[in-house]
């Protein structure tokens, strides 16, 4: 792949990243709506405990799913700030690193998905494995899942 390949393929793989994120962001404002409408419909019966413990399960799916939307949220502003435009010899955000089985992508964490007929780990930034690749290049090796691993490529 030259350069121009290279870079084509990263904004891919950040559109990609971009469009889970996206309906991760649909799905959980859903939720919420969803949520929210169960505990209005909520009717007070003669029981009144099974309302309110039927009103607060509402409340914690909401408030759940909030915390599910507000994470997307902010992983998909981070996801903004990633430059795929640039040719990377170092592991750091915006970098795509192949290696013989599987391959990283470091822009956020969507964890492992195939693309193309290949397998991409999705990872973030801040991901504990990002860490461990902090200072990798080409030809560098890695212990990850039992196994070793070498970096063929860092674009």
């Known amino acids: 792949m030259n350069k121009e390949e290279k870079i084509v393929f990263k904004n891919r793989l950040k559109q990609f990243c971009h469009s889970m994120l996206e309906q991760r962001i649909e799905a959980a404002k859903a939720a919420i709506e969803n949520a929210q409408q169960s505990a209005n419909n909520e ?3 003669s029981a009144g405990d099974k309302y309110e413990t039927a009103r607060a399960m509402s409340h914690l799916e909401r408030d759940m ?3 599910q939307l507000t994470e997307n949220l902010k992983e998909l502003s981070a996801l903004h700030a990633i430059n795929a435009e640039t040719i990377y010899d170092h ?3 915006g970098a795509f690193l192949k290696c013989a089985d599987i391959s990283f992508f470091i822009a ?3 964890g492992k998905q195939a693309i193309d007929g290949k397998t991409v780990l999705f990872l973030s930034p801040n991901a504990p494995l990002t860490k461990l690749l902090a200072h990798k290049k080409a030809g560098d090796y890695f ?3 039992e196994q070793n691993f070498a970096i063929e490529e860092i674009y």
């Open 43 to 45: 009717e007070k019966s």
């Open 91 to 93: 592991v750091t955000g």
């Open 65 to 67: 799913h909030t915390r």
């Open 143 to 145: 212990f990850f899942n």
């Open 108 to 110: 956020t964490g969507l």
